[in-house]
C-alpha cells in the first residue's frame, strides 16, 4: 500500500521515514519528493509498504504526530489519473 506523507520538514531524511515506518511492517520504497530543478526537498513523501494491515497502523499511529517541529499529515496515497493529476476535478480548462 502506497501511503502519502505530507507538511514534513524540509530536512526529514529517508532514513528518519526508514525508522518511522518500519516499526509497523515491512517498507518497500521510500521516496521523499524533491524540486526537479534545484533538488531541495518539497515537504512530502511516499512510502510503500509491503502489508496493507501494516500501512493502515502506520497512518493510524502517525497522522497528526509531531515530528521536527511539523505536524504531519500521513494518509493513503491517491492514484494518479490518466493525465497524471490525482486532484477529482479532471474537466477543468481555462477560458479566455
Known sequence: MKIHI???FYD??????RQ???AFGEVTTINVITDKYDS???GFAF???AERDSAVA???DLNGKEVNGRTLRVNEAKPKND???RSGNN???RMY
Request: glycine share 8%; aromatic share 8%; charged share 25%.
Open 6 to 8: 505530507g507538511n514534513m
Open 58 to 60: 502506520a497512518i493510524s
Open 12 to 17: 526529514t531524511t529517508e532514513k528518519e521515514l
Open 20 to 22: 518511522a515506518f518500519t
Open 83 to 85: 493525465n497524471g493529476n
Open 40 to 42: 531541495r526537498p518539497k
Open 47 to 49: 512510502v510503500e509498504m
Open 91 to 93: 474537466n477543468y480548462r
